[in-house]
T-cell receptor, first 113, second 114 residues
């Protein structure tokens, strides 16, 4: 089954404790992206990747890092999480750049206390 | 930066009523336009998209949207909603210059009363 998976689905952590949210897709997609969803703000793009070792900033990249060492994986790293990063995070992938349909993961609900 | 506005934050309709959700974007050049839907507890999924050609596009589950370039709008419509259409709807755009960057609206929550 074609899908985008994210782990963990739920995470409660404390300020400053480094964490990684994993994202993996099995569709051989070149393009992957991370979003955060906050009430009243919709989805905002954090980072995206056009292919292996090619990443770029979205609209809200501050406080986040990403890497793309393999085509199927695109982890999101929070080196020093803060409470304002409490949010619902979505990973997405598509065949190529943004002209194609994005397939979204199930989301990761992160709470930083 | 681009922006996408969805003016209806919460819409409540009875079954069989007609639906129109507004979406306006701020970019004056070539754009791709999308509507995504998020059913309760499910992933976001694509309803429909516009790249070029006929400005009236049809999507899944009886939804359609019309691109009006002069109004920078891409409104979503459905002639007769069902209880199963209860969901949150997001308009999204990307633009020539960098199709890798996506901009989403704030979403519209639709509640359909049976």
């Amino acid at each position: 089954e074609a899908q985008v998976t994210q782990n963990p689905r739920y995470l409660i952590t404390v300020t400053g404790k480094k964490l990684t949210v994993t994202c993996s897709q099995n569709m051989n997609h070149e393009y992957m992206s991370w979003y955060r969803q906050d009430p009243g703000l919709g989805l905002r793009q954090i980072y995206y990747s056009m292919n292996v070792e090619v990443t770029d900033k979205g609209d809200v990249p501050e406080g986040y890092k990403v890497s793309r060492k393999e085509k199927r994986n695109f982890p999101l790293i929070l080196e020093s999480p803060s409470p304002n990063q409490t949010s619902l995070y979505f990973c997405a992938s598509s065949r190529r750049q943004g002209s194609y349909e994005q397939y979204f993961g199930p989301g990761t609900r992160l709470t930083v206390t | 930066a681009q922006s996408v506005s969805q003016h209806n934050h919460h819409v409540i309709l009875s079954e069989a009523a007609s639906l129109e959700l507004g979406c306006n974007y701020s970019y004056g050049g070539t754009v791709n336009l999308f509507w995504y839907v998020q059913y309760p507890g499910q992933h976001l999924q694509l309803l429909l998209k516009y790249f070029s050609g006929d400005p009236l596009v049809k999507g899944i589950k009886g939804f359609e949207a019309e691109f009006i370039k002069s109004k920078f709008s891409f409104n979503l419509r459905k002639p007769s909603v069902q209880w199963s259409d209860t969901a949150e709807y997001f308009c999204a755009v990307n633009a020539r210059g960098n199709f890798n960057k996506f901009y989403f609206g704030s979403g519209t929550k639709l509640n359909v009363k049976p």
